[in-house]
């Protein structure tokens, strides 16, 4: 298992950090400083993942910016200083975002243009932190959304990874597919391009838990429910169903697994939130199943916020 073996095993998320955030100078700088990483550390884990958006990394005419780089190098550095590997997601690129809720970004899955963006993006990343690949990995994006973008999006991770091999050849990268990194869109991806390759999942199943009252998830759930953990059928078997089709598909080519997102909103009580994490624990563990919860803070999903003070060494035993 390559995740498990380079150090990518049990991860959290750094969410609102360098993606879906005010972008602020503040933000930038205070929202994850070096302590967090020490606690991270302190855990037990071995990795986090940094979503970053674009805008971040670019100027609105693709120009680069050097201190969104500096960043993300300074980052990688607090990780590796505090024995944590770093996985570098790009969270939303130009012409596309997972999350039509809150962002306006589309056309990248018909542009040639916003695509050659998008892969002169990651040569400057491969070019810049491929001299990690031992501590560093890379997520080519954050969650495709609509089905009807796997053949255009096959073709482009084929065409990114090419290129990325240019610089960086021996960093791990992760691809998912479509319904936001579904497993069971896992399937529809292409066979690996090289050795390095590991596919991609989310799971916040069943959503009318992880999600109940959250207003980005209204079209799939009714706001104004409320569910506790006991009221559902959350079982060991309900997750190997939902896996099926992505572990089937990793066996046949011998890649891995990565759960790069999974996590309860602050609604549930912290109690259920541990119950949901055994559950889901016991299935990634069975299968190898390499995993980063979201999210280590706020987001509405936090596990450093306070409200899990009384759970929380109990939940970092399933994480």
């Given at each position: ?16 950090w ?48 050097d201190?969104g ?5 300074n ?66 994006l954050?969650?495709?959304t ?68 959250a ?52 609604v ?52």
């Amino acid at each position: 298992m390559i995740m498990k073996e380079k150090g990518f095993y049990r991860g959290v998320n750094l969410g609102g950090w360098l993606s879906q955030c005010s972008y602020s100078e503040d933000r930038l700088n205070n929202f994850i400083t070096e302590p967090d990483f020490e606690k991270i550390a302190s855990w037990g884990l071995d990795h986090v993942r940094i979503p970053v958006d674009y805008n971040v990394l670019e100027n609105e005419d693709g120009t680069y910016k050097d201190d969104g780089f500096d960043r993300l190098d300074n980052a990688v550095k607090l990780a590796k200083k505090y024995g944590l590997n770093t996985i570098i997601d790009l969270h939303k690129t130009a012409g596309f975002s997972f999350d039509d809720y809150s962002e306006n970004e589309h056309g990248f899955f018909e542009s040639e243009k916003y695509q050659e963006r998008f892969y002169r993006l990651w040569e400057k990343l491969a070019e810049r932190f491929g001299k990690y690949s031992e501590n560093v990995a890379f997520e080519l994006l954050n969650e495709v959304t609509d089905k009807e973008f796997i053949g255009v999006w096959n073709k482009v991770i084929h065409e990114c990874i090419k290129r990325i091999r240019e610089y960086a050849p021996d960093t791990v990268i992760l691809v998912g597919s479509y319904w936001n990194n579904s497993p069971e869109a896992v399937k529809d991806l292409d066979p690996p391009y090289d050795e390095k390759i590991v596919y991609n999942i989310h799971c916040y199943s069943p959503i009318q838990f992880t999600h109940q009252g959250a207003p980005w998830a209204q079209a799939v759930i009714k706001l104004e429910e409320r569910y506790s953990f006991d009221e559902l059928d959350i079982t060991p078997e309900y997750f190997e169903k939902q896996f099926t089709n992505a572990l089937e598909k990793a066996k046949q080519y011998g890649v891995d697994i990565y759960c790069g997102e999974y996590g309860v909103i602050d609604v549930a009580t912290p109690e259920d939130t541990v119950k949901w994490f055994k559950v889901i624990n016991s299935v990634f563990e069975k299968h190898g199943i390499a995993r980063a919860a979201w999210s280590y803070k706020q987001m509405d999903f936090g596990i450093s916020d306070s409200r899990m003070d009384g759970v929380r060494d109990e939940l970092l035993k399933y994480l």
